[in-house]
């Protein structure tokens, strides 16, 4: 008797199996006919040291019929046995075992008639299949349902636990009845396979037929575009194109789908042109990250000293966001706002930084914007769509990391067409810019590596989600001699270059300059003062081509000559005091100014008459100015029933409004009521709340510089402004008594009116 354990076998009785011929013999000996060969299943998971642990409990049992000439022996299966025991006496394993016979409670006819039913069930599955001749033969030569599963279990799926179940399971009816389910289910598995195989290759047909004639059409245009050079087609430019962008995959699938679009349609269709201008739009822009350079603080340093005067504060905040970039070695940062009057240098500066970092830069004014398309871009589906003013800039630049100035962020505005600031949001929010998308492109754009820089006149207009977005650098006001200082090293050096003059055909005299700044120009930028010094030079170059001399000098006393304006009228206070009239302090667009408040009291009903083209803020400042007056004079209450009370401040053409006029207003009123006249050497600036508290203001430097300007000694700021004068240069505080003040009543007594 020969004991042969196996793994994984399907092993039924009345089957006749093949084994190899090694696994039998002992030795050279060879196997006799009629041997017992008894079959032990092993465990899938056998543990413990003892054979009994290792193998399934029954197994079976079987006969050698003989030798074939592969050397393999055919073995028919017998019966099951059970397994009593497994020792191992001198290296040879002995079993004791007992026969284990089936149920026979099956039905013959039955069994041929369901088995019958099976194979023709395969033989239909197996129609289509490319095997299927050589597969029908293989199940036509099955006798019983048992060799058939036997044969087939490997393909089957069977595991080996279900494996030793099937064979364990002593009803020949029950054992049939689940071969004969693993059978269906695998029928249905591989007819789903099959369905599934057939239209993948009905698929890959179409794909590679698809593919052939494509390459057809390469090659012909190919060798069209050989034979033309300077007619070589759209299609394989753009193409082309696209593979070297370096595009994300959104962006190729889209490019690659408006490209088929393209060849599809050919140039006579009505939509060639809206399709090829995607293209150029999208291929043309910059898709791959530019690696970082580290950034010389240094020579950042010198480049702003070179092209600007002055200006520490924002230069050295400049700095502070250059050295973190470096250290943190990114393309942006901070989202800086740049505020102040016009001239003072915010996009200017902007145009160093990108010098600085050697990057380039690009301005996208947003001055009257008011659609949200023209930051967002139009839909395709709009005749005329374009991109936006944001990515039409990036692709302007021909890289992702420009240095990008968005000028004139106040003067937004909105109306039907959308909210362009708050399409600003998502530009310069770094959490959501990395995957900006354009309603034109209508795929994701990084934009995380650009830096982005604002500039604004004022940030009272600015929508606060918006302005939270930004850091505030406030941009001052020029002293008159910062001025000077930027006309001689700047403005007057560029002139010159415009119009040809080299150095010595110019000489331009210190009073002559001082006088331009003076006497034409009312701005604290210089912005104006540019323009003077190009009419200056471009005069001078006509005296010289006429011939009349070799160097032209301008003094004082010709100046006249080269400017064709008058001198502007600056508002300068006067020497005569009188009760009523007080002098004030403005912010304009131009910087600061000086204002008059002049008020009377007339005969009337105590009506309240406001002249001069005053705002709601500060019609409301003189109704407070009012209540505020009568409160500090209660014995003349029947004087305000019997009169009119006027209130003018002159220059009646020019709108004024804000919220620092209040202390004036009411100063004014109370010198009309105290007959005490207040010295228009002394000025003043704030808001003022029902109970006299003065209340804080903004624009200070420029306010100030206008002071000075005008010949003002003494000012008056309210007392949480105090901490603003470190921004106002010592040139100018200099020249200034400046007096902060609490309460209303502060500001009668530094002004006289009350003791």
């Known amino acids: 008797m020969i004991i042969l354990p196996v793994y994984n076998i399907m092993l039924l009785p009345h089957v006749t199996i093949f084994v190899q011929g090694d696994s039998l013999r002992k030795g050279t000996e060879e196997v006799p006919t009629g041997e017992e060969v008894i079959f032990l299943l092993r465990r899938r998971n056998s543990t413990g040291e003892e054979l009994e642990n290792q193998f399934y409990p029954q197994g079976v049992m079987g006969r050698v019929q003989n030798l074939l000439e592969d050397g393999n022996v055919a073995v028919q299966l017998e019966t099951r046995v059970d397994i009593r025991s497994i020792a191992t006496v001198d290296d040879e394993v002995q079993v004791e075992w007992e026969a284990h016979p089936d149920l026979e409670d099956l039905d013959p006819d039955e069994v041929k008639r369901r088995f019958e039913a099976l194979k023709n069930s395969l033989y239909q599955i197996l129609g289509p299949h490319r095997w299927s001749l050589t597969i ?97 087609s759209d299609v394989n430019t753009y193409g082309k194109k696209i593979q070297e962008s370096g595009m994300n995959e959104t962006a190729r699938n889209e490019a690659e789908k408006i490209l088929r679009r393209l060849r599809a349609e050919g140039p006579n269709s009505h939509e060639y042109g809206m399709l090829t201008g995607y293209l150029d739009f999208i291929t043309s822009l910059s898709w791959k990250k530019e690696p970082f350079e580290p950034v010389s603080v240094k020579q950042a340093r010198e480049i702003l000293a070179r092209d600007h005067y002055g200006m520490k504060k924002v230069k050295d905040r400049v700095i502070q966001q250059l050295a973190v970039m470096n250290l943190n070695q990114k393309h942006s940062g901070s989202i800086l706002l740049f505020v102040g009057a016009p001239g003072t240098g915010k996009t200017s500066v902007g145009r160093s930084i990108a010098e600085a970092l050697n990057r380039k830069y690009v301005r996208i004014s947003l001055g009257g914007v008011r659609d949200e398309a023209d930051i967002r871009g139009h839909r395709r589906t709009y005749i005329g769509a374009m991109p936006g003013r944001i990515m039409d800039g990036i692709r302007r630049s021909g890289v992702s990391n420009p240095v990008v100035v968005l000028d004139e962020v106040d ?14 949001l998502e530009v310069l929010d770094p959490e959501q810019n990395f995957s900006f998308t354009d309603h034109y492109m209508n795929v994701p754009y990084d934009l995380s590596d650009v830096l982005f820089l604002c500039t604004a006149n004022r940030t009272d207009t600015i929508p606060e989600p918006l302005l939270n977005r930004m850091e505030v650098v406030e941009f001052s006001g020029y002293t008159e001699s910062e001025k000077m200082q930027i006309a001689r090293r700047h403005l007057l050096p560029k002139a010159m270059e415009q119009t040809g003059l080299k150095p010595e055909m110019l000489k331009l005299s210190e009073k002559a300059l001082r006088t331009v700044i003076s006497d034409y120009t009312a701005e604290a930028g210089v912005r104006n003062l540019r323009r003077q010094m190009d009419a200056i030079c471009r005069g001078a170059a006509v005296r010289l081509s006429e011939g009349k001399t070799a160097a032209v000098s301008v003094t004082e006393k010709t100046l006249e000559r080269y400017l064709d304006e008058k001198p502007i009228r600056h508002d300068r206070i006067g020497k005569a005091k009188a009760p009523g009239i007080v002098t004030g302090l403005a912010w304009t667009q131009a910087g600061g100014d000086i204002l008059f408040i002049e008020t009377m009291f007339t005969r009337g009903k105590g009506r309240l008459n406001i002249t001069g083209q005053l705002g709601d803020v500060m019609k409301e400042s003189v109704q407070l100015a009012v209540t505020l007056a009568k409160s500090r004079y209660p014995e003349k209450a029947d004087f305000f029933q ?30 009309l009521l105290s007959g005490r006249a207040v010295d228009p050497a002394i000025a003043m600036t704030g808001e003022v709340s029902l109970r006299g508290d003065v209340l804080p203001i903004g624009g200070l430097p420029e306010k100030l510089l206008a002071a000075v300007r005008a010949g003002v000694r003494t000012v008056l700021i309210p007392e949480d402004n105090r901490r603003d004068l470190k921004d106002v240069p010592e040139e100018v505080r200099s020249k200034l008594n400046i007096v902060p003040v609490r309460e209303v009543q502060e500001v009668l007594k530094a002004t006289g009116i009350a003791d």
């Open 136 to 232: 029908r033969g293989y199940i036509a030569d099955w006798e019983t349902l048992d060799e058939g599963f036997v044969y087939s279990s490997a393909f089957l799926g069977v595991s080996c636990d279900e494996k030793y179940q099937i064979m364990a399971t002593d009803s020949r009816r029950e054992r049939f009845g689940k071969m004969e389910k693993i059978f269906y289910e695998y029928a249905q598995v591989l007819t789903v396979t099959l369905e599934a195989s057939q239209e993948q290759q009905e698929r890959n047909a179409q794909v590679y037929r698809e593919s052939a004639l494509r390459h057809q059409i390469d090659i012909l245009q190919g060798k069209l575009d050989e034979m033309h050079p300077d007619d070589v």
């Open 411 to 424: 003067k937004l505005s909105r109306d039907y067409s959308g909210d362009p600031a708050s399409a600003l």
């Open 642 to 671: 019997e009169n009119d009370i006027h209130v003018h401040v002159p220059a009646g053409a020019v709108p004024k409004d804000g919220p620092s006029a209040g202390i004036t207003i009411t100063t004014a009123l109370c010198s």
